[in-house]
């Protein structure tokens, strides 16, 4: 299964959450938004070391099924050429903002733009809602299967907190925390 993380927020959490998985051999997925590239670029770096895959979540982290084309076409775009400046690639996966999957027009811009992949979840962790890590915890264990790919976000705490029991929780259920590349191939 796929641990999918929206890449944006305190970038003090986000090292904390790639530690926490590093340190339980979990390798994650995450989708970086471009405005936060742009304010952390050592991110885009750190991520990759780490084993974990980077893919484009939107220049701007907005509507983007909700666009005119030419402005969609731009929130890709400009994100990619970010990721193709800090790493070499614009990265194998991208996910649309703000909407679960894909509109048919942004799967067709996100191709064009050199994504084979365009990237989806089947259980949403609910942890923007600020919750508590009891609930981010739950809410995953609830929906994850063999499989799954489940949407999680950079910038919670609760997150952070959580990630340790839904960890060892998955290895209990034999489930183990892979890339989407890994998982999908």
């Not at 979990?26 to 991520?47: E, K, N, Y």
Request: hydrophobic fraction near 40%; charged fraction near 20%; glycine fraction near 10%.
């Amino acid at each position: 299964m796929a641990l999918t993380f929206h890449g944006q927020g305190d970038p003090a959490l986000a090292h904390a959450l790639l530690d926490t998985a590093e340190q339980r051999g979990a390798r994650l997925t995450v989708l970086a938004v471009g405005t936060w590239l742009d304010q952390h670029p050592d991110l885009a770096r750190r991520i990759l070391d780490g084993g974990h895959d980077l893919g484009n979540h939107t220049q701007r982290h907005i509507g983007v099924n909700t666009l005119p084309e030419a402005e969609a076409r731009r929130e890709i775009t400009d994100c990619a050429a970010r990721l193709k400046r800090l790493t070499g690639s614009i990265g194998t996966w991208f996910r649309p903002s703000r909407a679960p999957a894909a509109s048919p027009l942004v799967a067709r811009l996100a191709r064009a733009a050199g994504y084979p992949h365009v990237l989806s979840y089947d259980v949403d962790s609910l942890d923007y809602t600020r919750p508590g890590a009891a609930a981010v915890t739950r809410e995953v264990l609830a929906g994850v299967r063999n499989g799954s790919v489940v949407s999680l976000h950079f910038g919670y705490p609760d997150t952070v907190a959580a990630l340790p029991d839904v960890l060892t929780e998955l290895g209990r259920r034999g489930l183990r925390a892979v890339t989407t590349t890994e998982l999908l191939s």
